[in-house]
Structures are given as C-alpha cells and as structure tokens.
C-alpha cells in the first residue's frame, strides 16, 4: 500500500494544528494552500513558500474516514472540536 502524504500548518511555522493529507504531494500542497487562503488569509504560495512546503510533506496513512478538511472562515471556530461540529463544513 503506498503511503499518502502529509503536511501540517504547523511544520509551516503557523500556530495550527491541520493536517493537509493527499494520495500526492501537488494534493496535499493543493490542499494546504485551500486551507492557507481561506482560514490564515494567505493569498497564494510564494516560490519560497512553496519549495518550503514541499520540503516538510511527509509519508504517512491519512485516515480519510475521519478526517475533516477545514476550509471556509464559519468553520475556523469549531475546527478543533470539528467531529462534534454541526456546521455544514464539519459534518
């Protein structure tokens, strides 16, 4: 089984703890930069940004079942607790 890849905020240097996961490294990046525009207000990857990401994604087994991707700004409050969230984007 191939091992998907991981990318948490934090390993960014944001004080956040999301996990963007992917079956591949553009997904996760895709994923990241979705979650970066939408909840820290980054608007786009600069170069560095972007080869500083792809330095820090890592292997691992992303348990899609579970996981919640947070992307829209209703969720942010919730996102920690995201499971027993009844917001649209958490359920």
Excluded: N, P, W
């Amino acid at each position: 089984m191939d091992k998907d890849k991981e990318l948490y905020c934090r390993d960014l240097g944001l004080d956040c703890d999301f996990l963007a996961c992917g079956k591949t490294e553009e997904e996760a990046l895709r994923k990241a930069g979705e979650h970066a525009q939408a909840i820290h207000g980054i608007q786009g990857f600069s170069q560095e940004l972007h080869d500083r990401a792809r330095s820090v994604i890592r292997e691992g087994y992303c348990d899609y079942g579970d996981a919640e991707e947070m992307t829209s700004e209703e969720c942010s409050e919730c996102y920690e607790e995201c499971f027993e969230c009844s917001d649209e984007c958490c359920s």
